[in-house]
């Protein structure tokens, strides 16, 4: 069968099986290179529009536009990505029948950025220092959490223009404590080197959040993980990874697009008005978090039904 006969993208049990003792499964195709080439030259260019986005243009940090985040709530080509049926269907098969899309975030990279550090999120309390997600607790103790995060490459994502780096296998435990803090310093972007490579984490130093100082990632482990344009990659935010630095020409740059899913009993944004992180701050007034499978029963996140162009978010139903 092909891609586009297939209508029930759920993973297989092997497939499963495969996620569960690596923590991600990919490259999976979702569209197409000239599709994918089609959307993105759309998208790009209805980007500047600003007149419906749900956060303000001033909050740009200096290098992530945390003012660009969430624009699946006023773009409908990307209301439409985080409702693909070759994206949800695969997600639902890790969290269940009940999932919702809480963020989206764009992650380019351009000829000489640096490559963003080796991490590990669980509650994205890392750069805003306030838990961005809370699992519920289990059995009184604080769940593990993390994030299933649909990372698609809306360009071709090669070693010279910066692709992801993972280590397969390392989502089960956190060598990072998101509770400590770390500092933003605007003038380190694209200024250090760890063992010889440029990196870094978008003006912070994620080696701040570790548990043991003197620990090292194992980059025996990892492998790069070269996309094209229109695949996309699913893994738990818990895993170790990565991107290298881009090393490729002036002509070429990397553009990735990360939607992020969890089970709608989590808590979105727990006591939270305003997320401050990167140099900058967007207010919730207008966030919502959208269904994209089953349904909430829980009614514990604000929930967008529709985008702010009207298009109408339907939620797979199994």
């Known amino acids: 069968m092909s891609t586009s006969e297939q209508t029930d993208f759920r993973l297989g049990a092997d497939e499963l099986e495969k996620f ?3 923590g991600f499964i990919g490259p999976i195709k979702v569209y197409e290179p000239e599709e994918m080439e089609e959307r ?17 243009d001033d909050a740009l940090g200096a290098v992530t536009n945390i003012s660009n985040y969430d624009r699946h709530l006023d773009v409908d080509l990307l209301s439409e990505h985080i409702m693909k049926a070759e994206i949800v269907d695969r997600v639902v098969s890790i969290l269940g029948p009940d999932v919702l899309c809480w963020r989206t975030e764009f992650f380019p990279k351009y000829p000489g950025d640096e490559g963003t550090d080796w991490h590990q999120a669980a509650t994205f309390a890392n750069a ?12 009184g103790r604080p769940a593990f959490g993390g994030t299933i995060t649909v990372w698609t490459a809306f360009t071709d994502s090669t070693l010279e223009n910066g692709c992801l780096q993972l280590m397969p296998g390392t989502h089960r435990h956190m060598n990072y404590d998101e509770s400590l803090a770390m500092d933003y310093d605007p003038n380190a972007i694209n200024s250090r080197e760890k063992d010889g490579v440029k990196r870094g984490f978008f003006g912070y130093d994620y080696r701040q959040l570790q548990k043991d100082p003197n620990w090292k990632p194992d980059e025996s482990q990892a492998f790069p993980l070269v996309m094209k344009k229109g695949e996309c990659v699913i893994f738990w935010s818990t895993l170790m990874h990565a991107s290298l630095p881009h090393t490729g020409s002036n002509k070429d740059y990397r553009m990735g697009f990360a939607a992020r899913y969890v089970p709608t009993q ?36 604000r929930i967008a039904k529709e985008s702010q162009t009207g298009y109408v978010f339907a939620p797979r139903r199994f």
């Open 40 to 56: 993105w030259n759309t998208i790009r260019r209805q980007l500047p529009d600003r007149s419906r986005a749900i956060y303000p």
């Open 128 to 139: 805003s220092k306030k838990p961005q997600i809370m699992w519920p607790s289990e059995e």
């Open 266 to 301: 989590v808590h979105v944004y727990p006591g939270t008005e305003t997320v401050a992180e990167y140099g900058g701050g967007i207010p919730l007034d207008n966030y919502g978090a959208v269904v994209v499978a089953g349904e909430d029963k829980y009614g514990i996140n």
């Open 20 to 22: 569960e003792r690596d």
